[in-house]
């Protein structure tokens, strides 16, 4: 099974500043198969990458992907207080199929 | 609009059953493979199960396999999770979730709780 793990597990920001948020996979794994949600409290995850850097519909460019094998990276520019969410990784892999990351909670304030 | 919309969450006893639903609306249903996703409270998100967009094929998690059951009626534009044999481990925020390539999820319901307590 691949374990995605995310670190760190909480980032505190200002306005303005650049995240870059990190998950790294326990083997190899297509970059094809790599996707980021975000999920902001009381509220469903939206996708926000696919694999690992094109962006989602009505994403803006303030957020890009990259990373290869077994390191993958989410970068967030100019941030936003609406940028204040958990961000998770995931991967589809053989089983249990679909796998996620234990999330980063990023903080802007 | 496009949406996805579950219900029949609910407080439930260990070993009873639980049948979701998640009604969709705004695109053509049966055109794409559909998930259940959970999140217990506080914790990360955690893949259930998925069904081919014609109902022909169905994989699930270790966890959960023979005791749900993932299904779908395209002629209702509804996806559906029977939950048997519930454990206390169940209790999450279920949600259903569009299939993108077989690889991700860009289509996301808000959720129903189910809880298992005596």
């Known amino acids: 099974e691949v374990v995605l793990t995310q670190s760190p597990g909480t980032l505190s920001f200002s306005p303005g500043e650049r995240a870059t948020l990190s998950c790294r996979a326990s083997?190899?794994?297509?970059?094809?198969?790599l996707a980021w949600y975000q999920q902001k409290p009381g509220q469903a995850p939206r996708l926000l990458m696919y694999?690992?850097?094109s962006r989602a519909t009505g994403i803006p460019d303030r957020f890009s992907g990259s990373g290869s094998g077994t390191d993958f990276t989410l970068t967030i520019s100019r941030l936003e207080p609406e940028d204040s969410a958990v961000y998770y990784c995931?991967?589809?892999?053989?089983?249990?199929?679909?796998?996620f990351g234990q999330g980063t909670k990023l903080e802007i304030k | 609009q496009v949406q996805l919309v579950e219900s029949g969450g609910g407080v439930v006893q260990p070993g009873r059953s639980l049948s979701l639903s998640c009604a969709a609306s705004?695109?053509?249903?049966?055109?794409?493979?559909m998930h259940w996703v959970r999140q217990a409270p506080g914790k990360g998100l955690e893949w259930v199960a998925v069904i081919f967009y014609d109902g022909s094929r169905n994989y699930y998690r270790d966890s959960v396999k023979g005791r749900f059951t993932i299904s779908r009626d395209n002629s209702q534009n509804t996806l559906y999770l029977q939950m048997n044999s519930l454990r206390a481990e169940d209790t999450a925020v279920y949600y259903c979730a569009r299939d993108i390539a077989s690889l991700y999820f860009d289509l996301w319901g808000r959720g129903t709780l189910v809880t298992v307590s005596p």
């Open positions: 705004g695109f053509t249903f049966s055109n794409y493979g």
């Open positions: 083997q190899s794994v297509s970059s094809s198969n």
């Open positions: 694999g690992a850097s």
């Open positions: 995931q991967n589809y892999v053989r089983s249990p199929l679909y796998t």
